[in-house]
């Protein structure tokens, strides 16, 4: 549990410290566009004192805003649409603003100056300009947040170019696959089965972030996770993401009972090995990952039900991940024939370890 938060205060700030990356580095383009004006106007302007005061600016406002919402706010506002969501916290920054200058205002002179200085500037107040040029830097980074969450990690790799030109990498997958999803779609309706989809999307979502893993696809009740390999095997973050993703589910038991009748479970296969990763289509570009690997993993978790199990691992992916006997219990299953595979596959069952003994 303590690795879990830890994980999570990581992803948090690792957040933040972007958000206030971003906007330094705006905030000192912004300084040479405001130099030019200047200058064109016959104002005489050092550039670098000009900066130094923009990125200034931007590292404070980026650790105080991007800070809140990192922390505090997204979590809360990704559940409503974007416009609602930019509305409450442009209002909250105007609260903000006026509330500090007000508190800074009544403690003293030297207080005041500080605030004109980084808000306002030396030539005297520039509302509301200013307060705008916030308001919209903070509503560019949450649609750049949502867009993100939308599109998955392949939006900024698409940007980037990255995949471009197809390459070969090692990642881990993990093939998710809801239990009983039929009968259950039959008993409560279609309707509702999709409702229900969404709300377990979105407790998924949490763990597979906090495990630096990327959603690769949703198909029906089945979601396949990738991780690079580095990212996956450190602190074994593959395997807890499936924990932590069936302690999400259970801690939201009673609401999933009342709202639906039924309580998710998911099994899960797990499977490394290289893949080819690259762009694909014109009109809706897409990263995808082509190999063998991919295959087997999904064909790992079809086998969950036959021995009744979870979880199963691959020997391949278990040799490296090397799990503590502390923390999991394992448990050989056999070499097993997979459909489409010429040679069979020596697969394992993995369960935390306390789990495991309570049976």
């Known amino acids: 549990m303590a690795q879990h938060w830890l994980q999570k205060f990581r992803t948090r700030t690792d957040r933040t410290v972007r958000i206030t990356l971003s906007w330094m580095v705006v905030?000192?383009?912004?300084?040479?566009?405001?130099?030019?004006?200047?200058?064109?106007?016959?104002v005489k302007v050092s550039i670098q004192v000009l900066a130094m005061e923009r990125v200034l600016s931007a590292l404070v406002m980026g650790v105080v805003l991007g800070g809140i919402y990192s922390f505090l706010l997204r979590d809360r506002l990704r559940w409503l649409p974007f416009l609602p969501a930019f509305g409450i916290m442009a209002s909250g920054i105007v609260l903000l603003f006026f509330g500090l200058k007000a508190a800074m205002t009544a403690s003293g002179p030297g207080s005041k100056e500080l605030i004109d200085g980084l808000w306002w500037g030396d030539n005297g107040p520039a509302w509301p300009a200013d307060h705008v040029y916030?308001?919209?830097?903070?509503?560019?980074?949450?649609?750049?947040?949502?867009?993100?969450?939308?599109?998955?990690?392949?939006?900024?790799t698409y940007l980037s170019g990255r995949y471009f030109k197809p390459k070969q990498?090692?990642?881990?997958f993990m093939f998710l696959d809801m239990r009983a999803s039929m009968g259950?779609?039959?008993?409560?309706?279609?309707?509702?089965?999709?409702?229900?989809?969404?709300?377990v999307y979105a407790d998924i979502t949490d763990p597979v972030l906090y495990s630096n893993g990327e959603i690769y696809q949703y198909v029906g009740d089945e979601v396949s996770v990738s991780w690079k390999l580095r990212k996956g095997l450190r602190d074994q973050r593959c395997l807890q993401c499936f924990f932590d993703i069936r302690d999400r589910l259970a801690?939201?038991?009673?609401?999933?009972?009342?709202?639906?009748?039924?309580?998710?479970?998911?099994?899960?296969?797990?499977?490394?090995?290289?893949?080819?990763?690259?762009?694909?289509?014109?009109?809706k570009k897409d990263v995808i990952f082509s190999g063998d690997v991919v295959n087997t993993a999904a064909r790992i978790q079809n086998m969950c039900n036959e021995h009744g199990v979870d979880l199963l691992i691959s020997k391949d992916l278990l040799d490296i991940l090397r799990p503590s006997?502390?923390?999991?219990?394992?448990?050989?299953?056999?070499?097993?024939?997979?459909?489409?595979r010429s040679?069979?596959?020596?697969?394992?069952?993995?369960?935390?370890?306390?789990?495991?003994?309570g049976q």
């Open 27 to 42: 905030g000192a383009i912004g300084a040479l566009f405001e130099r030019a004006v200047l200058m064109d106007e016959g």
């Open 134 to 156: 916030w308001v919209l830097l903070m509503g560019a980074t949450m649609l750049a947040v949502r867009l993100v969450d939308q599109y998955g990690s392949g939006a900024l």
């Open 169 to 172: 990498e090692l990642r881990i």
């Open 184 to 199: 259950v779609a039959e008993r409560i309706g279609h309707l509702r089965y999709f409702s229900m989809l969404n709300d």
């Open 251 to 283: 801690e939201h038991a009673d609401r999933y009972q009342q709202r639906y009748g039924h309580v998710p479970q998911f099994k899960a296969g797990f499977h490394y090995g290289t893949v080819t990763t690259g762009e694909v289509g014109l009109l």
């Open 325 to 340: 006997d502390r923390r999991y219990t394992v448990r050989h299953i056999g070499e097993i024939a997979l459909k489409g």
């Open 343 to 357: 040679a069979a596959i020596s697969l394992y069952s993995l369960d935390r370890a306390s789990r495991a003994e």
